[in-house]
């Protein structure tokens, strides 16, 4: 027999049904354990390892349970201690209770003794913390406190104490505020300089001498502040209103006297009315307003300005020798010598002087050849001037129409709640047009002074003309007998 266990043993299929046993056993073995029975070396050994096994997993079992029972007459004990402790607790809530019944009637009683000794004084204390709130959100907003902060926090105290019923406001806190709003009113027309931490436009700060315009401004180093009541800062205006700063500046460097310096008395905290000051666009920022249209508008209006002038000097320059030739003409008529060349009359002229041997009608020919070209030098680029004159206003309204356009595109995408956003075109809408007519009128009347002197100096020419024709005609004639 042990033979042929050793041939299992030593076998695949023995080593298999070892296996099976093992699964089929009704029993939890320790790792340990499981590690023996596989060295188990014939079936009965095997058969004492698993009584083995059951021997020790009763053992563990009899621990367990026994620790199972010392848990439950702790959580039994735990629990008594936990119900002792709510019965305490219930008897000291009692008690609390009645404590605090007998309190609150003490405290009525109180109130009501309270109540009857203020009398009159009651209504009195109301008007006081009245007073008192007014001023703490007056002083709040001031500038003043720019210079004398941390002034309502004794206010505070006391409108505490008039809201409590535990206690009264002293002399000293009703005098205190009495103080402060007789303070508040001298320096509403008091101009003061003080110390104080400026934040400047850049994010820089620094220590500066401001100066306070009683409640309207602030002002140091010629730029305006804003002053924040909730934290305290003073900073300067980003933008500073234009125009504005030279007499913050005198009035700073200014020691008596009489300064004249623009306030702004509608905010407590720098001015509204400043601040929208500040924000209006100077002239530089209002023409970059009107975008490319604007600048060709001004381009065309700078070569106008450029043009007139230009002819305008050139046409005076020529009227003058046309003058001076003409006074020449009218002391010595018949010396041809004083018919120079370098003016339009004098070299017409000088045409009638090389055809002196013709009729008057041929004559008149050549003096109206002469004239017509010496006319393209008198009226040169007065057309252009006129041209720009009419081509500006069109071009404003060009700019007019690519403004809205760009208004009606943002009104599609954002809707029409927020103004700001159709700024840009709105301004380059108006501010094309503006251009347009700043650059057509001057120009036309530029246009008009240029071509007064060009007719001026044509009429002459055809004066001369004229009258060199007539003589031809009346020494022509026969004379009466």
Do not use: C
């Not at 300064?259 to 009315?273: E, Q």
Request: hydrophobic residues 45%; glycine residues 8%; without cysteine.
């Amino acid at each position: 027999m042990s033979a042929f266990v050793k041939d299992l043993r030593e076998s695949s299929l023995s080593r298999a049904l070892l296996i099976v046993l093992v699964l089929i056993t009704p029993v939890t073995v320790l790792a340990e354990e499981q590690a023996n029975l596989t060295k188990a070396k014939s079936l009965d050994e095997f058969l004492q390892l698993i009584k083995a096994a059951k021997l020790s997993e009763s053992k563990e079992h009899r621990q367990r349970e026994q620790a199972f029972k010392q848990d439950k007459n702790r959580q039994a004990e735990l629990l008594k201690q936990a119900q002792k402790k709510k019965a305490e607790q219930e008897v000291r809530s009692a008690e609390l209770e009645k404590t605090f019944a007998e309190n609150e009637r003490a405290l009525e009683l109180l109130d009501e003794q309270m109540q009857n000794r203020l009398g009159t004084l009651k209504e009195l204390f109301g008007h006081i913390t009245a007073a008192a709130g007014d001023t703490v959100a007056r002083l709040d907003q001031s500038l003043v406190s720019a210079q004398y902060p941390g002034r309502s926090e004794s206010l505070n105290e006391l409108i505490e104490k008039m809201s409590g019923n535990s206690r009264l406001p002293s002399l000293e806190d009703i005098e205190n505020l009495s103080y402060e709003i007789s303070r508040e009113m001298v320096e509403a027309g008091r101009v003061s300089r003080f110390t104080r931490d400026v934040l400047a436009a850049d994010g820089s700060q620094s220590e500066q001498e401001v100066l306070r315009i009683g409640l309207f401004n602030l002002v140091s180093n010629g730029h305006y502040l804003s002053y924040n009541p909730d934290s305290g800062v003073l900073t300067e205006l980003p933008r500073q209103p234009w125009g504005l700063a030279k007499g913050a500046s005198a009035l700073q460097a200014a020691n008596v006297g009489f300064v004249p310096v623009k306030i702004d008395p509608t905010g407590p905290a720098g001015g509204d009315f400043l601040d929208a000051l500040a924000d209006r666009p100077g002239l530089i920022e209002k023409w970059h307003q009107g975008g490319l249209v604007g600048y060709v508008i001004t381009g065309i209006g700078a070569l106008a300005l450029v043009l007139a002038l230009w002819r305008a000097f050139v046409l005076r320059r020529v009227s003058v020798r046309v003058r001076a030739q003409l006074g020449a003409e009218v002391a010595d008529p018949d010396q041809s010598l004083d018919k120079p060349l370098d003016n339009p009359l004098g070299r017409v002229l000088s045409v009638a002087d090389a055809h002196a041997g013709l009729d008057p009608e041929s004559m008149e020919l050549k003096l109206h050849e002469a004239i017509l070209k010496e006319r393209p030098a008198i009226e040169y680029a007065l057309n252009l001037l006129k041209i720009i004159a009419m081509i500006a206003p069109l071009m404003g309204l060009l700019g007019t129409v690519t403004g809205m356009i760009i208004v009606f595109q943002q009104i599609t995408i954002f809707g029409a709640g927020d103004p700001k956003l159709m700024a840009g075109g709105i301004s380059q809408a108006l501010v094309t047009t503006v251009l347009g007519l700043l650059v057509a009128i001057p120009t036309l009347l530029l246009h008009t002074w240029v071509n007064g002197y060009a007719r001026s100096i044509l009429h002459v020419l055809e004066e001369q003309s004229a009258g060199i024709v007539a003589l031809k005609a009346e020494a022509k004639q026969p004379r009466a007998s």
